[in-house]
């Protein structure tokens, strides 16, 4: 059981799931519920929430005294990160990328890097000639040389601990679906914590519902081949069976012209979720997560007799920083 392991209660769990009447009866295909992990109740929510009840406890096992993270401008890892430090009474150190090169400065100061300060971290830019993990580890080297005991969360928290979080989120959705029916789940793939996550639960609870990954930012194969290679890490650290490669999949096309670059789709997506159900999706995952469902029906992906559920991974906090993009 995955209870041996060490977590500290940052959220509300277990998170809500709800049918998406609306938009089903608009989509006019299979039904269509939500997992609402854009409530995990930390700082405003999100996935990120979830790997943290297990790092956090690894920081202090190791004594940490300075949390180092790293994310783009607008992460929500990042804010989520900064929030729990903040409870836990613990240094937060962040090093953001840019990696949007010709957003307006609302963009590079509100939503999210808004939070992250006002949760009381510290926040430094990378410079563009630099890579992001690189220029964390020589800030990490420096302060250790200036006595602080600094822990790393790598980028989105997805590493064999963070992962535990999202076997957690699995083992709630089987308990929700008593009578198997549920055949599908979609969410957006990026690090890959969540993604692996979920395949490793899937594994270890032999349950074979379908896991969809609507990729925001790298291609099928590698993204594909970074989460498989995390649920094995995920799977070994529980001990169970090793995921199976074809449980694996991703769509690459819903990226767009990059990460954190707008789409018609993702637009769509959020507008649509708004109107018709009054939840927030997120520019940067969540909606082109659920652009891809949205796609996917329309092209008959999925049968009319199927259950889908759409993990809402959260980052709603980033569309004030996205406002010019609408
Ligand atoms: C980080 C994040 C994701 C992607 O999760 P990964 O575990 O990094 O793949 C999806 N949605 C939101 C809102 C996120 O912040």
């Not at 020589?138 to 250790?144: D, F, G, P, V």
């Not at 799977?235 to 789409?263: A, H, L, M, S, W």
């Not at 979720?273 to 659920?290: C, H, N, Q, R």
Request: include cysteine; glycine fraction near 10%.
């Amino acid at each position: 059981m995955i209870d041996k392991f060490e977590r500290i209660k940052l959220g509300h769990f277990p998170t809500p799931i709800e049918y998406l009447k609306n938009i089903t009866e608009h989509l006019n295909g299979p039904q269509i519920y939500i997992k609402r992990d854009d409530c995990t109740g930390l700082a405003t929510g999100g996935n990120k929430t979830r790997k943290l009840e297990f790092l956090m406890p690894d920081a202090i096992k190791n004594q940490a005294d300075l949390v180092v993270t790293v994310g783009a401008v607008q992460s929500n890892h990042t804010r989520q990160t900064a929030a729990a430090c903040a409870i836990l009474g613990l240094k937060c150190l962040i090093v953001l990328e840019q990696r949007l090169t010709d957003a307006p400065s609302t963009y590079m100061t509100s939503g999210n890097v808004f939070l992250d300060k006002l949760f009381g971290a510290e926040v430094i830019l990378c410079p563009s000639e630099k890579d992001v993990k690189e220029y964390a580890t020589e800030i990490m080297a420096e302060r250790k040389n200036q006595g602080a005991n600094p822990y790393y969360i790598p980028v989105g928290g997805s590493n064999h601990i963070g992962e535990l979080g999202y076997v957690e989120c699995m083992r709630e959705i089987i308990e929700y679906d008593k009578d198997n029916s549920l055949t599908h789940i979609v969410l957006a793939t990026g690090s890959g914590g969540t993604h692996s996550g979920s395949v490793a639960g899937k594994t270890y609870y032999k349950n074979d519902v379908k896991i969809v990954g609507i990729s925001v930012k790298d291609k099928k194969n590698d993204q594909e081949e970074k989460v498989f290679k995390l649920a094995k890490t995920a799977c070994d650290y529980i001990n169970c069976d090793q995921p199976k490669r074809e449980d694996v999949f991703v769509f690459d096309n819903y990226v767009g012209g990059g990460y954190g670059v707008p789409t018609e789709g993702m637009k769509e997506a959020v507008k649509l979720m708004a109107t018709k159900e009054a939840i927030l999706l997120d520019p940067v995952y969540s909606g082109k997560g659920f652009d891809g469902l949205m796609d996917l029906v329309s092209k008959k992906y999925f049968k009319d007799t199927d259950k889908l559920l759409f993990i809402h991974t959260g980052g709603a906090v980033s569309l004030s920083a996205y406002e010019w993009a609408f």
